[in-house]
């Protein structure tokens, strides 16, 4: 017969044996569940229906992730995913190269920021004027040293950059346009085109879907025209800013009766760096495998293939990404 303290020790050990069969049965149950923000648009925003459809697409892949879409904005999404108040985030390619690099509105570089692919590969840069400016180049700009009224977002945003910058490659300033007799407007899309529909401003720039939502509402009550960029001036703003050539075919919009060359920035998915490899390794391969599934979320991705899936504005890939594109031969 056992002792007292035989039948305690027992009943330990049993326990212990129980508890250590249990843990080894259901070694999920014992592992914290991966949490993942993913910081988007504004709500109700196109952003945010891309954001919805990108958390869709990663979760199909990974059931047990526990993944959630939340409200953003173009320029704040690099500094909350680089201070990990978010792990994911879409970005611009322009704003995410420049916050890595340290430029422009970032005062340092966000050392943390990796990409883990290109969502909405085109992002055309679209300078549009009313019919009745009599303006149909930039170089025409120049020349007659035109009083331009132009929108180009807010201040610091990829819209005024991007116009700022074009306008340079043709070697205008912003200063020459002001000291002509024309204005810099920082106006949201709604204001923009109120504004152009009573002659009071001649147009805008900025970089947007093909097509854009706010370009076509203007159409259906103004005469537009879309400005095309020539090859030296892509080339300048695109070394200057990682960016490539693209067209807005024509068609586009109902005003469109020719092919607009310009440039293009892809809206790129950041992941902080220090997310371990195999977990952005299987979100990688998740969104890759259902790009299919994306197209049917939104035309913003219509271009996404094997192709535009990788490039994402000279933006460092986080090492699980780049270790499942090289294996799917996407990378080198």
């Given at each position: 017969m056992?002792s007292?303290?035989?039948i305690l020790f027992l009943?330990v050990f049993v326990?212990?044996?129980?508890?250590?069969?249990?843990?080894n049965?259901n070694?999920a149950?014992?592992?914290?569940?991966v949490?993942i923000?993913?910081?988007?648009?504004s709500v109700?925003?196109?952003w945010?229906?891309?954001?919805?459809?990108a958390?869709?697409?990663?979760?199909k892949g990974?059931?047990d992730?526990?993944?959630?879409a939340?409200p953003?904005s173009?320029?704040?999404?690099?500094?909350m995913?680089?201070?990990?108040?978010a792990e994911?985030?879409l970005?611009?390619?322009?704003?995410?190269?420049?916050?890595?690099?340290?430029?422009g509105?970032f005062k340092?570089?966000?050392?943390?920021l990796r990409?883990?692919?290109?969502?909405?590969?085109?992002?055309?840069f679209?300078?549009?004027?009313?019919?009745?400016a009599?303006?149909?180049?930039?170089?025409?700009i120049k020349?007659?040293?035109?009083?331009?009224k132009?929108?180009?977002?807010s201040?610091?945003?990829?819209g005024?950059?991007?116009t700022s910058a074009?306008l340079?490659?043709?070697g205008?300033?912003?200063?020459?346009?002001?000291?002509w007799?024309?204005?810099?407007f920082y106006?949201?899309?709604?204001k923009t085109n109120?504004?152009?529909?009573d002659?009071?401003m001649?147009?805008t720039?900025d970089?947007?879907?093909?097509?854009?939502?706010?370009i076509?509402?203007a159409?259906t009550s103004i005469?537009l025209?879309?400005l095309?960029i020539n090859d030296a001036a892509?080339k300048?703003v695109?070394?200057?800013?990682?960016?490539?050539?693209v067209?807005?075919p024509?068609?586009?919009y109902t005003?469109?009766?020719?092919?607009?060359p310009?440039i293009?920035?892809?809206?790129?998915?950041?992941v902080?760096?220090?997310m371990?490899d195999?977990?952005v390794?299987?979100l990688?391969k998740s969104l890759?495998n259902?790009?299919?599934?994306l197209k049917?979320?939104?035309k913003?991705?219509?271009?996404?293939n094997d192709?535009t899936i990788v490039?994402?504005?000279?933006?460092?890939?986080h090492?699980?990404?780049?270790?499942?594109?090289k294996?799917?031969?996407?990378?080198k």
């Amino acid at each position: 017969m056992l002792s007292k303290k035989g039948i305690l020790f027992l009943s330990v050990f049993v326990l212990f044996s129980f508890m250590v069969m249990f843990s080894n049965a259901n070694p999920a149950a014992a592992a914290d569940p991966v949490r993942i923000t993913v910081v988007g648009g504004s709500v109700g925003g196109s952003w945010s229906v891309f954001t919805e459809g990108a958390v869709e697409a990663m979760r199909k892949g990974n059931p047990d992730y526990q993944i959630s879409a939340e409200p953003g904005s173009t320029t704040a999404n690099p500094g909350m995913v680089n201070s990990g108040k978010a792990e994911m985030g879409l970005a611009f390619g322009l704003t995410s190269l420049q916050a890595v690099k340290g430029e422009g509105d970032f005062k340092t570089p966000l050392s943390k920021l990796r990409a883990v692919c290109a969502l909405i590969p085109n992002n055309a840069f679209q300078f549009i004027i009313r019919e009745n400016a009599g303006i149909t180049s930039f170089e025409q700009i120049k020349a007659k040293k035109f009083p331009l009224k132009v929108s180009v977002d807010s201040k610091g945003s990829t819209g005024d950059l991007l116009t700022s910058a074009v306008l340079n490659a043709y070697g205008i300033t912003y200063a020459d346009i002001e000291k002509w007799g024309g204005k810099i407007f920082y106006l949201s899309s709604g204001k923009t085109n109120e504004m152009m529909a009573d002659n009071r401003m001649d147009g805008t720039g900025d970089c947007l879907s093909i097509p854009a939502g706010d370009i076509i509402e203007a159409s259906t009550s103004i005469k537009l025209k879309m400005l095309p960029i020539n090859d030296a001036a892509i080339k300048k703003v695109g070394a200057k800013y990682g960016m490539t050539k693209v067209v807005v075919p024509k068609g586009t919009y109902t005003f469109l009766d020719k092919d607009i060359p310009t440039i293009n920035m892809p809206v790129i998915l950041l992941v902080n760096a220090d997310m371990p490899d195999d977990v952005v390794y299987n979100l990688a391969k998740s969104l890759h495998n259902n790009v299919a599934y994306l197209k049917n979320v939104a035309k913003g991705y219509a271009a996404l293939n094997d192709k535009t899936i990788v490039v994402v504005n000279n933006v460092p890939f986080h090492p699980g990404a780049a270790k499942y594109f090289k294996e799917a031969k996407l990378l080198k």
